[in-house]
């Protein structure tokens, strides 16, 4: 991911731990297919709720618009439906 997405000033107010979890996240997701990121995004909330480590709508939404800066029309629909993906699961 091009630039140091994590030192975007609308994520200056989340916890360390939780950017600590993202970055690891991010990293080990870079060059995966669909299926291995749904994989990785299920160890990563079991992991992060294993910690007590939870974010807030307004956080995930901070991050969410931060990691869409720049990219295409293709990528953004590619998040938006892990993001749909996502909020299946937490159902």
């Known amino acids: 991911m091009p630039g140091?997405?994590?030192?975007?000033?609308?994520?200056?107010?989340?916890?360390?731990?939780?950017?600590?979890?993202?970055?690891?996240?991010?990293?080990?997701g870079a060059g995966k297919s669909q299926n291995e990121i749904v994989s990785l995004l299920i160890a990563a909330a079991n992991s992060s709720r294993d910690r007590g480590l939870t974010f807030?709508?307004?956080?995930?939404?901070?991050?969410?618009?931060?990691l869409k800066a720049g990219k295409s029309p293709q990528e953004i629909a590619r998040m938006d439906k892990m993001l749909s993906l996502m909020r299946m699961m937490q159902r």
């Open 4 to 28: 140091d997405w994590s030192k975007d000033p609308r994520l200056a107010g989340i916890d360390p731990a939780k950017m600590a979890l993202l970055t690891s996240f991010i990293s080990q």
């Open 56 to 66: 807030t709508p307004e956080e995930m939404e901070q991050v969410i618009q931060v």
